[in-house]
């Protein structure tokens, strides 16, 4: 397995180790529940060290990113930062991705998942429009910091006001003798942010997070906390909510979609799905009885029929109560619809809901 700047911290810190997609990782450390609670309470840390980094430069970066992504790149300017998505030729996603504008028009980072950082690189590069396109991941190690408290956290640590920069911006500057990159982004509807940290300073970071966080309540958050805060937000996971395969309008995620200020890959085929009516839409739902739905259970509709998949589910955390997302046909997806949902073989009843579960 390969490991994270970070993975002796973890191992010292009583995290316990798993295999997440062939990396080392703490899956949790003191419980999921009391870490999840902590960072809608107060401030957690998560290793994302095993995320990957694309760099884009040159006169062609921008070209190439924006016939490689679907929103509109040319809008960013210095230090402003993209939800995005890579799709493929035949309507599906390679991955979905965070684009750092670092100089406009030239240098760009651009954030993939760990699972899909080879095949990322391998797609970016092969439909290359000319720019200098080259793997930073193992330069950079990366520490979200989220939770009400964290950007108090942050103005501490980083000798500047975090808590000033607009949602979605990027800033660089420096930690002891290392290069950081500070983006107010995130993955757990908190505020904070990721913070890009030249490999070998990492632990450094980590050691002064926690030390200068002690009276903000600040902890290490583990895999399992992570997907749960995701859950109640609704975000989407790469495997679970979207793959090779999906459309990106079936998936909520047709905000990010910008087919009216440019062409880019798949286009046709993505914007020819919506035209001609989408059949599936992804919603989130609640059990009205006693169950915890899982990816992959089936959906049926009160009359037996087939209607859709789980793709992610939980017991939330923050609600005390299983919530899940799905993938279902588009006449069951309006909010109030009750359906059956295939509980290891029971049938148990469900009900579409307005969705983040959690508002923040």
Known sequence: ??????????????????????????????????????VRKNVGLFDVSHMGEVRV???KALETLEWLTTNDVSKLNDGEAQYSLLPNDQ???????????LTKNSDYLVCVNASNKDKDFAWMTKHNKGADITDESDMWGQIAIQGPKALELCDRVFGFKVSE??????????FQNYKIMVATTGYTGEKGCEVFVEAAGT??????????GKDLGVAPIGLGARDTLRTEMKYSLYGHEIDDTTNPYSAGLGWVI???KKDFMGKSIIVGKKEAGLT?????????????????????????????????GTHSPTLDEPIGIAFIDAAYAKEGTEFHLDVRGRRVKAVV????????
């Open 1 to 38: 397995m390969k490991k994270t700047p970070l993975a002796e911290t973890h191992e010292k810190s009583g995290g316990r180790m798993v295999d997440f997609a062939g990396w080392y990782m703490p899956v949790q450390y003191t419980g999921l529940r009391e870490e999840h609670d902590n």
């Open 57 to 59: 430069k040159g006169p």
């Open 91 to 101: 309507g599906g996603l390679v991955d979905d991705i965070i684009v750092y504008c």
């Open 165 to 174: 920069m607009k949602s979605f911006t990027v800033k660089t500057g420096q």
């Open 203 to 212: 632990p450094a970071l980590w050691k002064a997070l926690m030390e200068q």
């Open 258 to 260: 910008k087919p009216a």
């Open 280 to 312: 599936q839409n992804l919603v989130g739902f609640k059990m009205l009885e006693k169950g915890i739905p899982r990816q992959g259970y089936a959906l049926f509709s009160f009359d037996n029929k087939e209607i859709g998949k789980v793709t992610s």
């Open 353 to 360: 809901c307005k969705t983040p579960f959690v508002t923040k």
